[in-house]
C-alpha cells in the first residue's frame, strides 16, 4: 500500500534554531500533502496544505513565515520550523492522499515528528 | 461545514467485552467517513471509510462500523476488545476545500486485562 515516510521521527533543537521536518510518498506520487499539528491528547490540527509546485495554502492562524513548506517533487514535502521557539513544541504529521475519484481515494499518514525545543 | 463529533474523551472495557467509540457528523451531501487509530508518538492507522452502500463497514483488525443516516452517526464497534486495542480513536471527514481531513477531538480507548 502507498507509504509515506516522515523524518525525524523526534527532534531536540535549541530555542532560535531551525528545524526541517520531511515527509516522503515511497511508492505514489504525492500531488498533494497535508501537514497537522497535535498537542498531547488531543486532536490533529491542519496547519496547510502542499499541492506540488505550488504555494502551501496555510489555515487561519498559522504563520507561514514560521512553518515554511515546499513541496518541490511529487515525492517529497517538507515543514522547516523557523526560529523555534518552546511554544513550537508539538507532534507534526503529514498525509497524502492516495487513490483517485469519488470513491477511491483516501489518505495514508507518516509517522510524525515530536519537536522539542528547548 | 464538514464536521464529526465525539462526544466521549475515554472509553473504558474488559478485555473480551464488546467495544463502542461513538461519532456523530454534521455534512453536506453525501458523507464520506472515516476511522483511524493512533498509537502512542505514532501516526494514524486506517481502520475503514464510509463512501455509499452498506451500512456497516467492516475495516482492519476486527473492527467494524454502523452507518445510521438518522441519527447521523458513525459509531466503531468491535464484538470482542483486546487489550492490544487500547490507544486513541478519530472519526473525520474530508473538508470540500482542499480535502484534508477534519478530525473529531478523539476517544481514548483503554481496555483492561
Known amino acids: 500500500g502507498a507509504v509515506v515516510s516522515q523524518h525525524p521521527s523526534w527532534v531536540i533543537c535549541k530555542s532560535g534554531t531551525s528545524v526541517k521536518i520531511e515527509c516522503r510518498s515511497l511508492d505514489f506520487q504525492a500531488t498533494t500533502m497535508f501537514w497537522y499539528r497535535q498537542f498531547p491528547k488531543q486532536s490533529l490540527m491542519l496547519m496547510a496544505t502542499s499541492n506540488e509546485g505550488s504555494k502551501a495554502t496555510y489555515e487561519q492562524g498559522v504563520e507561514k513565515d514560521k512553518f515554511l513548506i515546499n513541496h518541490a517533487s511529487l515525492t517529497l514535502s517538507t515543514l522547516t520550523v523557523t526560529s523555534a521557539h518552546p511554544e513550537d513544541s508539538s507532534f507534526y504529521i503529514c498525509?497524502?492522499?492516495?487513490?483517485?475519484?469519488?470513491f477511491g481515494y483516501g489518505y495514508t499518514f507518516g509517522s510524525g515528528t515530536r519537536l522539542t525545543v528547548v | 461545514a464538514q464536521s464529526v463529533a465525539q462526544p466521549e474523551d475515554q472509553v473504558n472495557v474488559a478485555e473480551g467485552n464488546p467495544l463502542t467509540v461513538k461519532c456523530t457528523y454534521s455534512v453536506s451531501g453525501n458523507p464520506y467517513l472515516f476511522w483511524y487509530v493512533q498509537y502512542p508518538n505514532r501516526g494514524l492507522q486506517f481502520l475503514l471509510k464510509y463512501i455509499t452502500g452498506d451500512n456497516l463497514v467492516k475495516g482492519s483488525y476486527g473492527f467494524e462500523a454502523e452507518f445510521n443516516k438518522s441519527q447521523t452517526s458513525f459509531h466503531l464497534k468491535k464484538p470482542s476488545a483486546l487489550v492490544s486495542d487500547s490507544a486513541l480513536y478519530f472519526c473525520?471527514?474530508?473538508?470540500?476545500?482542499?480535502?484534508?481531513?477534519?478530525f473529531g477531538k478523539g476517544t481514548s480507548l483503554l481496555v483492561t486485562p
Open positions: 498525509s497524502a492522499i492516495t487513490g483517485t475519484g469519488r
Open positions: 473525520a471527514v474530508p473538508i470540500p476545500s482542499g480535502y484534508a481531513l477534519n
